[in-house]
Nanobody, 117 residues
Framework: QVQLVESGGGLVQPGGSLRLSCVAS????????MGWYRQAPGKQRDLVAH???????NYADSVKGRFTISRDNAKNNVYLQMNSLKPEDTAVYYC???????????WGQGTQVTVSS
């Protein structure tokens, strides 16, 4: 059974930093694209950033210059370094992986990020 498990969320003051990690297990295959999405209360789930196995990266405009996504292909892990956090970054952050072998999206359970003074 494929599992994506996020960690690293928490409460941080505006201007602070957090690093999210996502560890994949049980797949037996690699993910072509891995990324992070977020969902604030009452809003839809939106892309934050994603990265392909070849290293191509895409960021949402709202996080460009502040967030950095990276991955470890050998371990099927993906990370999100979040700097200069703002209250509007408050959301549940979800890890996502898309596998070419199965043509399916896989999701983690989410980790809460709260930016507040």
């Amino acid at each position: 059974q494929v599992q994506l498990v996020e960690s690293g969320g928490g409460l941080v003051q505006p201007g602070g930093s957090l690093r999210l990690s996502c560890v994949a297990s049980g797949s037996g295959f690699s993910f072509y694209v891995m990324g992070w999405y977020r969902q604030a209360p009452g809003k839809q789930r939106d892309l934050v950033a994603h990265i392909t196995s070849g290293g191509s990266i895409n960021y949402a405009d709202s996080v460009k210059g502040r967030f950095t996504i990276s991955r470890d292909n050998a371990k099927n892990n993906v990370y999100l370094q979040m700097n200069s956090l703002k209250p509007e970054d408050t959301a549940v952050y979800y890890c996502n992986g898309f596998a070419l072998l199965t043509h399916k999206d896989y999701w983690g359970q989410g980790t809460q990020v709260t930016v507040s003074s």
